[in-house]
């Protein structure tokens, strides 16, 4: 190994600055390089090799020559193979923790939660997720005889592409490129261009853990990687995470191929007039401004009940104003900058669009770099918000409702649905509240950025098809194949019923 070392210190395998993994071989990707800059201080971090077309074309083919072994591969050698994986992964998690810090500017508490708690142990529930993935016998109900047995299984897909976000680089890569192997598929795997080295650390233990060449294959670069990789005739499954356009585009297409895509939301959380204020204050901040409110299940809305809105605004506030904001390697630290110019330059257009139609903005914390503060935005109306889609940044739109179907009613007119935030101590209520609302999920009491790691994880319209995590995610990336067999025995003379 070749160490290189970074003007910050930081270490790692000179090898994960070429910009690909294809068939086991770290080379240099065929698109010149492309810089990763530090959002903390907008210095440059490395060059990396980015690459072209054609290196998608060479990855596909190295995952495709690898599908025929692979997808024969006991699931007793690939369980054991991801646990490889997570036991490698907690031994470099901390490393981990620190690139994601410098590449996303993610404070280094949630860096860590990220690769600790998240990022390794997908490998690891991965495999425990195949060894336990069933199939199922079925009666046969066509003909009188007991002659038939139907036989339901699973096949995997083939080569999936793999595309992930740079908000958990190390998180939803590993959930999705450990099932996608572990159901028996290979994968390329295009990860953020705004944390290449984070994801390059993840490849890095691919052989080590005991995959064969070309089972997991990585290209490092833009959106016409991305592109290219979508359409390839060989690439039978798509995962992407990341916004609704991209989402969009690659559903039109890929009409007939398999696709999970997990898209963007909006909340919303909503504060009934019984709730627990204090607690709902927590949530919100945790819904709000987690990771500078650069994640999916963000509660960017906030509908707040007549009753209880002075009191919940104000401590809202309170605890908004209470927030620490600055180097994410700080620990004491709670919020860091953006991650690149584009989400500040969309965060400063929502604001500029709200302030146009009248609303109230108040913002907490420095606005320098790609540093943004925490905004609460304040004296709304239903039309001011419809339609807005996801600003991904650290927005909180204060809505006062005057009833839980008023509540309803608005969640209801976004073409977004991923997660919902629910408030109240009545739980018949909560019951029906959540029953009405149409998103993938609801969380009664809880902060919308909450999700467990065994349940299932998607949206409704706009915020994606499919689900990911556990068997879910299995189900996504395997197609059913029915066997069927007849054993021989008694005829049974099948014209006797309809006369044909």
């Known amino acids: 190994m070749t160490v290189h070392t970074n003007e910050f210190g930081m270490q790692f395998d000179r090898r994960l600055l070429n910009g690909t993994l294809i068939g086991g071989r770290w080379e240099p990707g065929s698109g010149g390089t492309f810089a990763a800059n530090d959002p903390h201080t907008g210095k440059r971090l490395h060059e990396i090799g980015r690459c072209a077309p054609s290196d998608v074309d060479r990855a596909v083919a190295a995952a495709k020559d690898a599908f025929a072994d692979w997808s024969k591969t006991s699931v007793q050698v690939r369980a054991k193979i991801l646990r490889n994986m997570q036991r490698l992964f907690r031994d470099r998690a901390e490393a981990m923790a620190q690139m994601v810090t410098k590449e996303v500017g993610k404070p280094i508490l949630a860096a860590r939660e990220e690769t600790f708690e998240y990022s390794g142990p997908a490998w690891g529930k991965a495999a425990e997720e195949i060894l336990r993935y069933r199939g199922m016998t079925l009666p046969s109900t066509q003909e009188k005889t007991t002659n038939k047995r139907l036989v339901l299984g699973h096949r995997p897909l083939g080569v999936i592409g793999v595309i992930t976000p740079f908000n958990f680089p190390t998180d939803i890569s590993s959930i999705a490129l450990a099932h996608a192997v572990a159901a028996g598929n290979t994968v390329v795997w295009k990860p953020t261009e705004y944390g290449p080295v984070s994801c390059a650390m993840v490849a890095e233990l691919f052989e080590e853990a005991g995959f064969p060449p070309g089972v997991l294959n990585m290209v490092q670069g833009f959106g016409d990687v991305g592109a290219h990789l979508v359409r390839h005739a060989d690439v039978k499954g798509i995962f992407f995470t990341g916004s609704n356009r991209v989402g969009e585009e690659i559903a039109r297409v890929n009409p007939l191929r398999p696709m999970l895509l997990e898209l963007g939301g909006d909340g919303p959380q909503i504060v009934l007039e019984d709730a627990d204020i204090d607690r709902a204050v927590e949530g919100a901040i945790t819904g709000a401004f987690y990771y500078s409110g650069q994640v999916c299940t963000s509660s960017e809305r906030l509908f707040v009940h007549e009753k209880v809105y002075d009191e919940f605004l104000a401590k809202f506030r309170a605890a908004t104003a209470a927030l620490k904001i600055g180097d994410p390697a700080d620990a004491g630290n709670d919020m860091g900058p953006l991650c690149n110019p584009a989400v500040l330059e969309r965060a400063r257009q929502h604001v500029a669009d709200l302030r146009e139609a009248g ?30 889609g996801e600003s991904f940044s650290p927005l909180a739109l204060v809505l006062k409702v005057a009833s839980d179907e008023e509540a309803i009613e608005i969640a209801n007119e976004s ?26 999920a609801v969380n009664v009491n809880e902060t919308s950025n909450y999700w467990d790691q065994l349940a299932p994880f998607g949206g409704a319209g706009k915020s994606g098809v499919g689900r990911e995590l556990s068997q879910w995610f299995l189900d996504s990336f395997t197609e059913n194949k029915l066997i069927v067999f007849d054993l021989g025995g008694p005829a049974d003379d099948r014209r006797i019923e309809g006369g044909w």
């Open 359 to 388: 609303a109230t903005i108040e913002q907490f914390g420095p606005e320098q770099g790609l540093y943004y503060p925490a905004t609460i935005v304040t004296g709304l109306d239903r039309a001011m918000i419809r339609g807005k």
């Open 415 to 440: 073409e977004l649905g991923l997660v919902a935030s629910l408030w109240t101590q009545d739980m018949s209520k909560a019951w029906r509240v959540a029953e009405a609302l149409p998103h993938g």
